[in-house]
């Protein structure tokens, strides 16, 4: 199996260290899974990576490193439907991981590849749900865990962080270039760093694709809306859809939508001037903070692999109201995940959606991860001392 640049098609081998094209300085993907087979096997007791493990080029898997991750639940979304006007609305839930994110799934796999090339030591430069994601795995897998984290991180991110114990690091200076930074002392101290669109993570996205097809009875969506930062996630959903359709699963790839925060929307703004690189984003400000990236790393390869009409980006206040919306379902996330339902409405505004689609939002994380964002909302809560509770109730809630 092989390692590819995602623009110049340079080759590198998938049995060594590599993240980047030295060419080009654009990420490396493998080589596109043509000839695969999901494992059926008993659900109950199968992990995620042994039943998909012919897309994986393992020579074997360790399912102690599990922490049961994926095999997330896709619901129907039948308040949306209503209330956007689309025929059919799916929820990916994807806060229904080990540590609430969908980061689990390329923690697990870059894992992997560090154990079969023998490394003992893994690391990640994050501010938000992949921090918590390596340091759990890492401390399961009895590896010894860097977490590269910015100076002025809120203490409700830290501690949740801290808890698993790795070697946590506050880092002054400029965060941007700490992704590069960390690639190089990863090198230089044999330490395997599973950024966020590191090859193996982006593997690890494929399995969103391959359940969503496996939910649906592989009868394909027309739209997969991703909340989209590095870039990783979707660039693995993609993959792993045209990997369904090379093992002939499925017969279309569905169209995929990247979705930005207009307070961060490097990949989104590049699409819409007629670009074909990306810019950073000089001052980003948005309550969706896992999708504040102002220089994705995989800005360029997202940008140049989508439909120019699939780019879209919504608002702190659309996105808040998306939140709502979600919680009318039952469905608590974080505000990066709103923002797939604000998308929708976006969408339809302008037309690319008409409403017979089919839809399925990917909700990549849990809301329980960041509280504050709730003070943007207005909550009703009442009070009433015991012995009036009973007229308290017949008098406010007929
Ligand atoms: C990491 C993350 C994203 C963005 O994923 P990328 O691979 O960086 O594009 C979106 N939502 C949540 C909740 C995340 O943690
Ligand atoms: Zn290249």
Request: proline fraction near 4%.
């Given at each position: 199996m092989r390692l590819?640049?995602?623009?110049?098609?340079?080759?590198y081998p998938s049995n060594g260290?590599y993240?980047?094209?030295?060419?080009?300085?654009?990420?490396l993907?493998l080589a596109?899974?043509?000839?695969?087979?999901?494992?059926?096997?008993?659900?109950?007791?199968?992990?995620?990576?042994?039943?998909?493990?012919?897309?994986?080029p393992?020579?074997?898997?360790?399912?102690?490193?599990?922490?049961?991750?994926?095999?997330?639940?896709?619901?129907?979304?039948?308040?949306?439907?209503?209330?956007?006007?689309?025929?059919?609305?799916?929820?990916?839930?994807?806060?229904?991981?080990?540590?609430?994110?969908?980061?689990?799934?390329?923690?697990?796999?870059?894992?992997?590849h560090?154990?079969?090339l023998?490394?003992?030591?893994?690391?990640?430069?994050?501010?938000?749900?992949?921090?918590?994601?390596?340091?759990?795995?890492?401390?399961?897998?009895?590896?010894?865990?860097?977490?590269?984290?910015?100076?002025?991180?809120?203490?409700?991110?830290?501690?949740?962080?801290?808890?698993?114990?790795?070697?946590?690091?506050?880092?002054?200076?400029?965060?941007?270039?700490?992704?590069?930074?960390?690639?190089?002392?990863?090198?230089?101290?044999?330490?395997?760093?599973?950024?966020?669109?590191?090859p193996f993570?982006?593997?690890?996205?494929?399995?969103?694709?391959?359940?969503?097809?496996?939910?649906?009875?592989?009868?394909?969506?027309?739209?997969?809306?991703?909340?989209?930062?590095?870039?990783?996630?979707?660039?693995?959903?993609?993959?792993?859809?045209?990997?369904?359709?090379?093992?002939?699963?499925?017969?279309?790839?569905?169209?995929?939508?990247?979705?930005?925060?207009?307070?961060?929307?490097?990949?989104?703004?590049?699409?819409?001037?007629?670009?074909?690189?990306?810019?950073?984003?000089?001052?980003?400000?948005?309550?969706?903070?896992?999708?504040?990236?102002?220089?994705?790393?995989?800005?360029?390869?997202?940008?140049?692999?989508?439909?120019?009409?699939?780019?879209?980006?919504?608002?702190?206040?659309?996105?808040?109201?998306?939140?709502?919306?979600?919680?009318?379902?039952?469905?608590?996330?974080?505000?990066?995940?709103?923002?797939?339902?604000?998308?929708?409405?976006?969408?339809?505004?302008?037309?690319?959606?008409?409403?017979?689609?089919?839809?399925?939002?990917?909700?990549?994380?849990?809301?329980?991860?960041?509280?504050?964002?709730?003070?943007?909302?207005?909550?009703?809560?009442?009070?009433?001392?015991?012995?009036?509770?009973?007229?308290?109730?017949?008098?406010?809630?007929?």
């Open positions: 590819i640049c995602t623009k110049c098609n340079e080759k260290l993240y980047r094209c030295k060419k080009c300085n654009e990420p993907q596109e899974v043509t000839d695969a087979k999901i494992i059926k096997n008993d659900n109950m007791r199968q992990s995620m990576l042994a039943r998909y493990r012919e897309f994986f393992f020579e074997k898997t360790d399912d102690n490193i599990s922490l049961g991750e994926g095999f997330t639940p896709l619901t129907q979304s039948i308040v949306l439907q209503k209330k956007l006007g689309v025929s059919k609305i799916y929820l990916k839930n994807e806060s229904q991981n080990p540590t609430w994110s969908f980061k689990d799934r390329g923690t697990l796999v870059g894992i992997m560090a154990k079969e023998g490394y003992r030591k893994i690391g990640t430069v994050s501010t938000g749900n992949m921090a918590p994601s390596v340091a759990a795995y890492g401390r399961r897998a009895n590896l010894e865990t860097f977490i590269f984290v910015k100076d002025d991180i809120a203490q409700e991110k830290l501690a949740p962080i801290a808890i698993y114990n790795p070697n946590l690091i506050r880092v002054r200076g400029d965060y941007g270039e700490l992704y590069f930074k960390s690639l190089e002392i990863g090198r230089e101290n044999d330490i395997y760093f599973i950024n966020s669109d590191v993570r982006v593997e690890g996205s494929k399995t969103i694709a391959f359940e969503i097809a496996e939910q649906l009875g592989f009868n394909m969506p027309d739209y997969v809306i991703v909340p989209t930062s590095a870039g990783g996630n979707l660039r693995g959903i993609l993959k792993g859809f045209k990997e369904l359709k090379n093992c002939r699963y499925i017969e279309k790839v569905p169209n995929i939508v990247c979705a930005q925060s207009t307070g961060c929307s490097p990949i989104v703004t590049a699409a819409k001037n007629g670009e074909t690189e990306i810019s950073r984003v000089e001052n980003p400000a948005t309550i969706a903070h896992a999708i504040e990236n102002p220089f994705p790393p995989s800005g360029n390869c997202v940008l140049n692999s989508l439909d120019r009409e699939h780019f879209v980006s919504v608002n702190d206040d659309e996105i808040i109201q998306g939140q709502k919306l979600l919680a009318e379902e039952g469905v608590f996330v974080q505000p990066a995940s709103a923002v797939t339902v604000a998308a929708i409405r976006k969408l339809k505004e302008q037309r690319v959606v008409t409403g017979n689609e089919t839809i399925v939002c990917i909700v990549t994380g849990s809301g329980l991860k960041y509280p504050t964002a709730l003070k943007s909302h207005k909550l009703e809560i009442h009070t009433s001392n015991i012995d009036r509770l009973s007229s308290y109730v017949i008098k406010n809630f007929k």
